[in-house]
């Protein structure tokens, strides 16, 4: 005969199946994006210690790093390395030193989620969406717009 306290932050009309997922721009969590220096030191290190392996790697060329996919689940951790002292990512660690990078949801439609994003006023890094990881369609959030946070849209690409 306990008393049961109430979520102050749900509504009455909460709920918690995926019915009440209906509408929403995200879809899951595709993966967190890890920096690096080393990929490859890194990739034995989280063999080593949690026995996993590369789903997919590849270098790109663009954006100046080298990028693994570990599988966990339905989600992947993404290591990344830069390849250029001048990347983006070499900033990155240069500033801030290795770790959590940034978070990637998935969408069903990067595109529609981006614009959903800038009409709601949150200011976004890619104003078009663009080729990612793996045959991806992927865009990047400023961390500014969403509570310091580097967030990547991915859309997966055709099976």
């Known amino acids: 005969m306990g008393l049961e306290a109430k979520n102050p932050y749900e509504n009455d009309n909460f709920k918690s199946d995926e019915s009440a997922q209906v509408g929403t721009l995200l879809t899951g969590i595709h993966h967190v994006g890890i920096a690096v220096q080393d990929l490859d030191a890194a990739l034995d290190e989280y063999r080593e210690t949690f026995g996993v392996w590369v789903d997919h790697r590849e270098i790109l060329e663009a954006d100046g790093v080298d990028v693994a ?27 801030r030193g290795p770790g959590i990078h940034h978070v990637g949801y998935r969408v069903s439609d990067c595109a529609a989620a981006l614009a959903a994003l800038v009409a709601q006023g949150h200011e976004v890094i890619d104003e078009e969406p663009r080729r990612g990881l793996a045959d991806t369609t992927v865009a990047f959030v400023h961390p500014r717009a969403l509570f310091g946070t580097l967030i990547q849209l991915v859309e997966d690409g055709p099976a």
């Not at 993404?78 to 990347?87: H, K, N, V």
């Open 69 to 95: 996919l570990i599988k966990v689940g339905g989600s992947y951790i993404q290591l990344m390395a830069p390849t250029r002292d001048d990347s983006l990512l070499a900033e990155f660690i240069e500033e």
